[in-house]
């Protein structure tokens, strides 16, 4: 069964609100909470865990939408879509520091609206999986065993002395210490010394 994407809507004009509400229900958004006020939005994140949050700029009381999505982002990564009729460059790049998923202007077309909702929810899925795969990456690199620094060798019979001074044949001490393991062969210079018999008629 498809899941709808979960809306919180911040939105200090009631009239707006209700209509931005009734537009995303069209579209088959799941609204499940709305906001006048930053403060409001702040608590209506932890209480409804949306999946996306329509961010108004002006909002009632002393906190706009700007303030309120930073404070937001100290403790959840929600994507946020400003939706304003601010044009203003400043207050744009205002908003951009807070690295929002979107930034429409008032009046928007409904197709803009969901156009900018998906790409919000794909942009922030994929983002969520690079950081999985990054903390994988990041598990599996600590697990890798390295050898490093000065080995103490024996200069004979190559054994590798070990921490509590007992000696380690080198292929095991190896095999102990990292992910690398041994195949064994003869090098021609050990096979003509061990089996001379063998290459004693050869030119």
Not at 52 to 64: A, H, P, Q, R, S
Not at 84 to 99: E, I, P
Request: glycine fraction near 6%; hydrophobic fraction near 35%; include cysteine.
């Amino acid at each position: 069964m498809h899941r709808q994407t979960r809306i919180m809507v911040v939105e200090d004009d009631p009239n707006v609100s209700t209509v931005l509400t009734a537009r995303l229900e069209s579209l088959d958004y799941l609204v499940c909470g709305t906001a006048e006020t930053g403060l409001e939005a702040i608590s209506g994140v932890y209480r409804n865990n949306p999946d996306l949050v329509t961010m108004d700029i002006l909002l009632k009381g002393e906190m706009n939408g700007i303030e309120a999505a930073a404070k937001i982002a100290e403790g959840s990564d929600v994507p946020i879509i400003y939706m304003t009729c601010l044009s203003d460059q400043q207050v744009f790049k205002r908003a951009l520091g807070t690295h929002p998923y979107g930034y429409i202007i008032k009046p928007y077309d409904i197709n803009e609206l969901r156009s900018a909702i998906e790409i919000a929810v794909v942009k922030y899925n994929a983002s969520k999986e690079q950081k999985i795969l990054i903390t994988q990456l990041q598990k599996a690199l600590q697990e890798v065993k390295t050898l490093s620094g000065l080995l103490p060798i024996c200069a004979s019979c190559k054994k590798i002395r070990k921490d509590d001074s007992t000696w380690q044949a080198i292929e095991d001490y190896i095999t102990c210490h990292s992910n690398a393991d041994f195949t064994h062969g003869i090098c021609p210079e050990c096979a003509h010394r061990l089996y001379p018999e063998l290459y004693r008629h050869k030119g």
